[in-house]
C-alpha cells in the first residue's frame, strides 16, 4: 500500500472502470479503490449521507478520480459540489473522461480541479496513464495538512 487512503473512482461506463482497476493494480497500487457509477452517489460517499448516511467523512480518499458525463448528476456539478463543503473543498480532484469540449475544460479548472485528462481510447495508453496518476497522487503529492 502506497498509503492508507483509497481512491475515489467515480465511473459509469463498466469498461473504463475495469480498466483503470486492473491499471492500478499493475501498478502494485494496494490501496482501497471506490467506485460509485454516478455523480449523486460520489456526493453521498464523500459527505456520509445517503446509502453512505454514518461513515467516517474525516476519512477522504488521496484522490478522486472524476468522469464528466456521469447519469443523474455530472460531474461539474459534482466538482461544484465538492468544492462549496468545508470537508471535501481541499480534496484533489483528477477529471478523467473523454470529453473534448473546451467548456468542460475550462469549468473544470475554474471549479479546481487538480488535473484535467482526456483518457487515451488506446488500452495501453489508458492503463499508463492511470498507473502514473495512481503513484504522483498517492506517492508524491503531499497533501493539505487535515483540519480535525
Known sequence: MVSGRSILLVEDNPDDEALAIRALQRSRITNEIVVVHDGVEALDYLLGQG???????SVQ?????????????????????????????????????????????LNSYSLGCNSYIRKPVDFIQFSQAVQQLGMYWLLLNEPPPSRG
Not at 75 to 100: A, D, F, K, M, Y
Open 51 to 57: 446509502t453512505y448516511a454514518g461513515r467516517d467523512t
Open 61 to 105: 480518499p488521496a484522490v478522486i478520480l472524476l468522469d464528466l458525463k456521469l447519469p443523474r448528476m455530472d460531474g461539474i456539478e459534482v466538482l461544484r459540489q465538492l468544492r462549496s463543503h468545508e470537508t471535501t473543498r481541499l480534496l484533489p480532484v483528477v477529471v478523467l473522461t473523454t470529453s473534448e469540449e473546451e467548456q468542460d475544460v
